[in-house]
Nanobody
Framework: LVQVVESGGGLVQAGGSLRLSCTAY????????MGWFRQVQGKEREGVSC????????YYADSVKGRFTISRDNAKNTLYLEMNSLKPEDTAMYYC???????????????????WGQGTQVTVSS
C-alpha cells in the first residue's frame, strides 16, 4: 500500500515561513519524481513545485518562484517544501504528490501524478 503523508502546515503571519514535509511509504522513493500542489476550496488545483528523482532539477510555479524551495532526502523517503515570505494568497490545502516516471516537467500538470496525500492546511494571516 502506497501512502504519502504530509505534515508541517499551520497558521502563520504574512512574511513568515513554514516548512512542509512529506514522507512516502510503500514505494521506492528514489524512483519517483515528487511535487506539491495546492488548492483553495472552490478554486482549481494549482501545481506549486516538483523535483526529479535525483533532486537535481526542480520547477516552480511563477507565483512562488524565489520564495519557495523544494528539496528531498532519498535516504529518509522525505520531501520538503520550504516556504518563505508567505502571503495571504498562499493560503490553501497543500498536497504532496508522487510520479513513478522519476522526472517531472515545468508544466506541473496534476494528471502526471499517481499518488496524492491527504493534504496539510497552510493559512497565512494578513
Amino acid at each position: 500500500l502506497v501512502q504519502v503523508v504530509e505534515s508541517g502546515g499551520g497558521l502563520v503571519q504574512a512574511g513568515g515561513s513554514l516548512r512542509l514535509s512529506c514522507t512516502a511509504y510503500g514505494l521506492t522513493f528514489d524512483n519517483y519524481a515528487m511535487g506539491w500542489f495546492r488548492q483553495v476550496q472552490g478554486k482549481e488545483r494549482e501545481g506549486v513545485s516538483c523535483i526529479w528523482w535525483s533532486g537535481d532539477i526542480a520547477y516552480y510555479a511563477d507565483s512562488v518562484k524565489g520564495r519557495f524551495t523544494i528539496s528531498r532526502d532519498n535516504a529518509k523517503n522525505t520531501l520538503y517544501l520550504e516556504m518563505n515570505s508567505l502571503k495571504p494568497e498562499d493560503t490553501a490545502m497543500y498536497y504532496c504528490v508522487a510520479h513513478a516516471y522519476g522526472y517531472c516537467s515545468s508544466s506541473l500538470g496534476s494528471d502526471d501524478y499517481e499518488y496524492w496525500g491527504q493534504g496539510t492546511q497552510v493559512t497565512v494571516s494578513s
